[in-house]
């Protein structure tokens, strides 16, 4: 059974850093891209950011590019965010999310929230 | 970026059918995989490639992309259908993952 397990959120200020994790669970974590989502509350989903399974390629939503940083441990099974400079608009709950081979997402984890507020 | 376009509501009865577009520039050339996410919990994947099921997905969804549309089509709507449902598709052009807006729809 896939698991995802998110940890590391909570209140940061604005301006402040943060860094969250995802422990998987359940399948060849090397072998998938991963991938966070957030949602801002009462809003839609927005794709953060992915990384790919064996070559670590990088991606990210305009809205976070230069600010986030997403990497993985393989050998741990572990995916992690690591958000600096963080605005009001970066409050949501962030969603790990496992990558399929057609650009999908078809395994979701609960989602940690992070609130970014003085 | 690519814009994807969703109603923001579609209401049915228990029973009817309902259909839920997703507005894409060209999407019939994109993969549109669609998500129901019900209030308090995380999405789940119900219609990936176009117009295939997952397993565990009751038959009663299915799902068509031409054109510059796609929709998300529910048979025999139940109650535990209630929910926010979202199209996504993968961006080429700039290597993102883009959501609809999101349609919520309710079983009056």
């Known amino acids: 059974e896939v698991q995802l397990l998110e940890s590391g959120g909570g209140l940061v200020q604005p301006g402040g850093s943060l860094k969250l994790s995802c422990a998987a669970s359940?399948?060849?974590?090397?072998?998938?891209?991963m991938h966070w989502v957030r949602q801002a509350p009462g809003k839609g989903l927005e794709w953060v950011s992915g990384i790919t399974g064996t070559t670590g390629d990088t991606y990210y939503a305009d809205s976070v590019k230069g600010r986030f940083t997403i990497s993985r441990d393989n050998s741990k099974n572990t995916l992690f965010l690591q958000m600096k400079s963080l605005r009001g608009e970066d409050t949501a709950l962030y969603y790990c999310?496992?990558?399929?081979?057609?650009?999908?997402?078809?395994?979701w984890g609960q989602g940690i929230l992070v609130t970014v507020s003085s | 970026s690519y814009v994807l376009t969703q109603p923001p509501s579609v209401s049915v009865a228990p029973g009817q059918t309902a259909r839920i577009t997703c507005g894409g520039d060209?999407?019939?050339?994109?993969?549109v995989h669609w998500y129901q996410q019900k209030p308090g919990q995380a999405p789940l994947l119900v219609i990936h490639?176009?117009?295939d099921r997952p397993s565990g997905i009751p038959e009663r969804f299915s799902a068509s992309n031409s054109g510059n549309t796609a929709t998300l089509t529910i048979s025999r709507v139940e109650a535990g259908d209630e929910a926010d449902y979202y199209c996504?598709?993968?961006?080429?052009?700039?290597?993102?993952?883009?959501f609809g807006g999101g349609t919520k729809l309710p079983v009056l």
């Open positions: 359940g399948f060849t974590f090397s072998s998938y891209a």
């Open positions: 490639y176009d117009t």
């Open positions: 060209n999407i019939g050339s994109k993969s």
């Open positions: 999310a496992k990558g399929d081979y057609g650009k999908d997402f078809d395994y």
């Open positions: 996504q598709v993968w961006d080429s052009s700039s290597y993102q993952w883009v």
